[in-house]
Antibody, heavy 121, light 107 residues
Framework: EVHLVQSGTEVKKPGESLKISCKGS????????IGWVRQMPGKGLKWMGIIYPGDSNTRYSPSFQGQFTMSADKSINTAYLQLSSLKASDTAIYYC??????????????WGQGTVVTVSS | SYELTQTPSVSVSPGQTARITCSGD??????AYWYQQKAGQAPVLLIY???ERPSGIPERFSASTSGTTVTLTISGVQAEDEADYLCQSADTSGTWVFGGGTKLTVL
């Protein structure tokens, strides 16, 4: 069965950094794009960017340019989202999700469980 | 920036049909996708490429397009369908966008 499992809840202070992981299983991880999506408290979804683990090719949403970094280690089937200089406004749930281009086009067909990030002094 | 507009809320009684719309200027030229998100859970892909259903999604979920509006239809609504429904598409540059979501209440 296909799964994306994300790292656990994070509580950080303003100015700190964090790195969220997303580990895939049940499929060939390095041949599917992985996207990152933010959901602020009580709000909708916002697409942040995508990464292709096979060659770490990335595409960032213009809305988030420079605010975070995506990376991947295909040897351990894991993608990462790194947030730096955290602000209270970074408080959100961050999801990773798979894109199955051949089947579902640009739809995210498999989602991680989400990582809750709280930034507070 | 490009936006997809959804009605904030829709209410229907069990067994009725719910229609949830999503509007955006680029929709005639870009595929639409629909997700269901229940409280405290990750989204689930309901519809891809305008009107295709992934395996495992019940047939009561369907979608259609008409100009700049796409519509998700839930036939024979069940209590378990109470959730937020979000559309996704892209602008003319290929940047993906989600709609603000529609909260479906089953009365």
């Amino acid at each position: 069965e296909v799964h994306l499992v994300q790292s656990g809840t994070e509580v950080k202070k303003p100015g700190e950094s964090l790195k969220i992981s997303c580990k895939g299983s049940g499929y060939t991880f390095n041949t599917y794009w992985i996207g990152w999506v933010r959901q602020m408290p009580g709000k909708g979804l916002k697409w942040m960017g995508i990464i292709y683990p096979g060659d770490s090719n990335t595409r960032y949403s213009p809305s988030f340019q420079g605010q975070f970094t995506m990376s991947a280690d295909k040897s351990i089937n894991t993608a990462y989202l790194q947030l730096s200089s955290l602000k209270a406004s970074d408080t959100a749930i961050y999801y990773c999700a798979r894109i199955h281009r051949e089947l579902t086009g640009d739809g995210f067909d498999i989602w991680g469980q989400g990582t809750v990030v709280t930034v507070s002094s | 920036s490009y936006e997809l507009t959804q009605t904030p809320s829709v209410s229907v009684s069990p067994g009725q049909t719910a229609r949830i719309t999503c509007s955006g200027d680029a929709l005639p030229n870009q595929y639409a996708y629909w997700y269901q998100q229940k409280a405290g859970q990750a989204p689930v892909l309901l519809i891809y490429k305008d009107n295709e259903r992934p395996s495992g999604i019940p047939e009561r979920f369907s979608a259609s397009t008409s100009g700049t509006t796409v519509t998700l239809t839930i036939s024979g609504v069940q209590a378990e369908d109470e959730a937020d429904y979000l559309c996704q598409s892209a602008d003319t540059s290929g940047t993906w966008v989600f709609g603000g979501g529609t909260k479906l209440t089953v009365l």
